[in-house]
């Protein structure tokens, strides 16, 4: 019923910028928060940003002052602007939403992931 698609990965040198999107669509009356994971080989998923409905935003210790998670409510899209990359952000990226559907039931969705490789 709703979909989550992601997309923006790919290869990028250290200290390069890469931009992921994800929009969801479907039956969706509303999405409460959003957010970005991401899980390396061999690693658990992890969380990186998540935002409210209403802008207040979340993140890992490892990326504050180098992501920047935000998103569009009219159009039920979320970014996230990655800077200053490092080898080890190397991961599949998931977005990831709260959705309240057309029956009203709130649930989880996640998206396919996208793969961000950091390497010179």
């Known amino acids: 019923q709703v979909q989550l698609v992601e997309s923006g990965g790919g290869l990028v040198q250290p200290g390069g910028s890469l931009r992921l999107s994800c929009a969801a669509s479907g039956r969706i009356v509303s999405i409460n928060a959003m957010a970005w994971y991401r899980q390396a080989p061999g690693k658990q998923r992890e969380l990186v940003a998540d935002?409210?409905?209403?802008?207040?935003?979340n993140y890992e210790d490892s990326v504050k002052g180098r992501f920047t998670i935000s998103r569009d409510n009219a159009k039920n899209t979320v970014s996230l602007q990655m800077n200053s990359l490092k080898p080890e952000d190397t991961a599949v990226y998931y977005c990831?939403?709260?959705?309240?559907?057309?029956?009203?039931?709130?649930?989880?969705?996640w998206g396919q992931g996208t793969q961000v490789t950091v390497s010179s």
């Open positions: 990831n939403a709260d959705v309240r559907t057309m029956n009203f039931r709130l649930l989880n969705y």
């Open positions: 935002i409210t409905s209403d802008g207040r935003t």
